[in-house]
């Protein structure tokens, strides 16, 4: 049995991947280390508890006698780091967290894990041969695009971050590579662009669209609704998280798009769309879309070329915009017993 650290799996991302990795690959016990803050929800997980092949920690990436007691414990021999604060408008209030926790969370996890496995620079402990450490990071670390279709974020573009979040983590991507160039540890980045989908928390955009409309409550979209993103369906995420930890080229960066880009008004408009047709009230919820001022530093556009990752390890989205959209409103209409 291999004991494989995920880190922050309360959370949207990682809640997704636990259930799924669990069940793909039955010689793997998943140790969750999480520290809940509010972002982070046991309740995600509750059809993972029980299982023998699943242990859950609660603590802190940033408590090195921690991190250091769970490697010696379990022996772990392989880390998926998901932990991070990821809520742009909270970076922007209290940028002191993300700093904390995304760039020295990221650094103690990293360099217990070359203590633990390694005995010195380029030269593993010969059990720990094939330990990796996989960082999930975001798109946000490279900026903002033109207006240009024909321009979109590939493993070369430069980073420009323009948020403390995004700064955040872009430094702790530059940490991994650190790791990965000085010392030889087997690392892997992959930047994601937005997620949807089953288990998100209230704050983010869609799940937001849909609680606020559900509530007739003002819907608020910022600015003037044309911000881009490029839309990706969670489980896609997790399938392709997958794939690079088990297959992808040591020290390479993969990114994972779902090639689904739209402005936040057209979000908001096909979300309101369907709720019309499955939950319809008197009025269209449409009527409830309200401009608000924008956020400080929002970038206009994100949009990722998944092609490397496509191309070199086979990897494809299953959903599109469309049919992900359609399973991510039924799982909220669930969850708020409509």
Partial sequence: MKSILLTGTAGFIGSNFVPYFLEKYPDYKLINLDLLTYAGNLENLKECEGNPRYKFIKGDICNRELVEFIFNEYDIQGVIHFAAESHVDNSIKNPG???????????????????????????????????????????????????????????????????????????????????????????VITNCSNNYGPKQHDEKLIPTIIRKALASEPIPIYGDGKNIRDWLYVLDHCKGIDIVYHT????????????????????????????????????????LITFVEDRAG?????????????????????????????????????????
């Fill in 298 to 338: 929002h970038d206009r556009r994100y949009a990722i070329d998944a092609t490397k990752l496509e191309n070199e390890l086979g990897w494809k989205a299953d959903e599109n915009f469309d049919t992900g959209i359609i399973k991510t409103i039924d799982w909220y209409l669930e969850k708020y017993a409509i």
């Fill in 97 to 187: 967290v993300f700093i904390e926790t995304n760039v020295n969370g990221t650094f103690t996890l990293i360099d217990v894990a070359y203590k633990y496995w390694m005995d010195k620079p380029f030269a593993y402990k010969e059990k720990y041969n094939n330990c990796r450490f996989h960082h999930i990071s975001t798109d946000e670390v490279y900026g903002t695009l033109s207006d240009d279709p024909n321009d979109l974020f590939t493993e070369e573009t430069p980073y420009a971050p323009n948020s403390p979040y995004s700064a955040s983590k872009a430094s702790s991507d530059m940490v991994v590579r650190s790791y990965q160039e000085t010392y030889g540890l087997n690392t």
């Fill in 248 to 287: 992808g080229i040591e020290a390479n960066v993969y990114n994972i798009g779902g090639r689904n880009e739209r402005t936040n008004l057209q979000i908001v408009d096909r979300i309101c769309s369907i709720l019309d047709e499955r939950v319809p009230k008197n009025e269209s919820y449409k009527e």
